[in-house]
């Protein structure tokens, strides 16, 4: 054994044995409470709301001053997928601006799609509408508790004109505005503006929160027998209609999908039907309503409607609207379509 020889050191060894020691080093004295995670971003639920109201109606003093001028610069953006002409006029790209504008800078991170798409710089001063924000007396908004929701999972659907077609023929009472805010791809706020009722009525609804008087009021209304259909997309809906719920079913032609949602909701109607395909920002605001009072709203073949940016503006399957009794007239229309594809 030679005890006075001289030692010869692993260079190698020791840097891993070093970095061993600073790793350990670094793990006993970093904190062990790890910080929360950091909270999303995130838009007051509430101020949603009353901004969708005061934009929706700002969009229709654009669309009713429209209407009075003399040229309403009728467009065509084609044909449908029934064949019928889809208009767009000048009141339907101001309202555009006040709505769809209004909405980016109060809430500028949140995706909005709206049915018209029209620069900043063409819509001028209409892209800056000054809002109070502020809640109006007696309005059933008082009282609703704020909620924060991020961001991420919210999605804002306008249609700054419903019923275009009937706005073109002077059938003004089919006429709204329409804004809806998306949860995770389900309504959960809906406002339908009506610029040319007498009292320029804005029905609201935030599901499982609260609703404009109105709506409140048909809480217990009876639903009329009567089946409410699109007059100008009607396809072959009202075949449909007669095979799924007796010849004898009284059916009625109607313009806008905001305002035959609200003919369901009032007791006017039992069900809203469309048999072919027709947008999201159409319905999702009456979506949104029906929801809040109780009713549904589905694909005609009863598949819940996603209104996730990522599944498209189009909703190619139908439509059934009701405020009552959804699974049996579902279970009526599934039997019909069914029966038809036998033929």
């Excluded at 050191?9 to 409470?33: E, K, P, Q, S």
């Excluded at 953006?77 to 009141?91: H, M, Q």
């Excluded at 990522?310 to 139908?318: E, M, Q, S, T």
Aim: aromatic share 6%.
């Amino acid at each position: 054994m030679n005890l006075g020889g001289t030692v010869h050191l692993n260079r190698m060894g020791i840097c891993v044995v070093f970095f061993c020691f600073l790793i350990v080093a670094l793990y006993m004295t970093r904190d062990v409470h790890e910080e929360e995670p950091k909270k999303l971003p995130s838009y007051n639920v509430k101020q949603l709301l009353i901004a969708a109201i005061e934009l929706a109606e700002k969009g229709g003093v654009e669309v009713f001053n429209v209407r009075k001028s003399a040229d309403l610069k009728i467009q065509s953006k084609g044909k449908t997928l029934e064949g019928a002409n889809n208009p767009v006029t000048d009141a339907d790209y101001h309202s555009h601006c006040v709505m769809y504008f209004g909405l980016k800078k109060l809430f500028p991170l949140v995706k909005i799609i709206s049915e018209e798409e029209v620069l900043e710089s063409k819509c001028g001063q209409l892209s800056s509408p000054s809002l109070t924000m502020k809640v109006e007396p007696n309005g059933n908004l008082d009282n609703l508790i704020d909620e924060e929701l991020p961001i991420k999972d919210l999605t804002i659907w306008i249609d700054p004109l419903d019923a275009t077609q009937e706005f073109t023929e002077n059938l003004l009472e089919y006429v709204t505005t329409l804004i809806c805010v998306a949860y995770k791809g389900r309504p959960l706020v809906g406002v339908v503006h009506r610029p040319f009722a007498q009292e320029k009525t804005t029905s609201w609804a935030w599901v499982g929160r609260g609703m404009s008087s109105d709506l409140a009021s048909y809480q217990n209304v009876e639903s009329s027998p009567t089946v409410v259909v699109s007059r100008s997309h009607s396809g072959s809906i009202e075949d449909i209609v007669h095979k799924a719920l007796g010849t004898d079913t009284p059916i009625v032609k109607a313009g806008g999908a905001g305002y035959k949602v609200l003919q369901v909701v009032s007791g006017n109607a039992s069900a809203y039907v469309h048999a072919t395909a027709i947008k999201k920002w159409d319905i999702c605001a009456g979506n949104a309503i029906l929801s809040a009072v109780g009713g549904a709203m589905t694909t005609l073949t009863n598949e819940e409607i996603d209104y996730s940016p990522p599944k498209g503006p189009l909703n190619r399957d139908g439509l059934l609207a009701t405020r009552h009794d959804h699974s049996q007239y579902a279970l009526r229309f599934h039997q019909a379509l069914q029966r038809d594809m036998h033929l």
